[in-house]
């Protein structure tokens, strides 16, 4: 099955730390754009940022920018989301994705979603 599959999450204090991984299943990481994206209830599916597949370009939702890095590994087949200064806003279901050539803030064009991984920021 041609799958992403996310781990990492979990509860964190505001302040906060997690490292997301997406590892390919099924398919060769290294080929592809990948996006992380997120979905709290009751709000849209939200593009967090997506690199490319030589990781030389990335892209960050605003709201994100100088908190989240992103990063891949293609030998290790996997993309990593480095979450620092985590607030409750952050608080949402997150999911990676594969594209050749979507749009990160959409997610329109990615395909292979994974089951996500939950992220809670609380105290």
């Known amino acids: 099955q041609v799958q992403p599959v996310e781990s990492g999450g979990g509860l964190v204090q505001p302040g906060g730390s997690l490292r997301l991984s997406c590892a390919a299943s099924?398919?060769?990481?290294?080929?592809?754009?990948i996006g992380w994206f997120r979905q709290a209830p009751g709000k849209q599916r939200e593009g967090v940022s997506c690199?490319?597949?030589?990781?030389?370009?990335?892209y960050y939702v605003d709201s994100v920018k100088g908190r989240f890095t992103i990063s891949r590994d293609n030998v290790q087949n996997t993309v990593y989301l480095q979450m620092n200064s985590l607030k409750p806003d952050d608080t949402a279901t997150y999911y990676c994705?594969?594209?050749?050539?979507?749009?990160?803030?959409?997610?329109?064009?990615?395909?292979?979603w994974g089951q996500g991984t939950q992220v809670t920021v609380s105290s």
């Open positions: 099924g398919f060769t990481l290294r080929y592809y754009t």
């Open positions: 994705a594969r594209s050749t050539g979507g749009n990160c803030g959409t997610g329109v064009g990615f395909d292979s």
């Open positions: 690199i490319t597949s030589n990781g030389r370009s990335s």
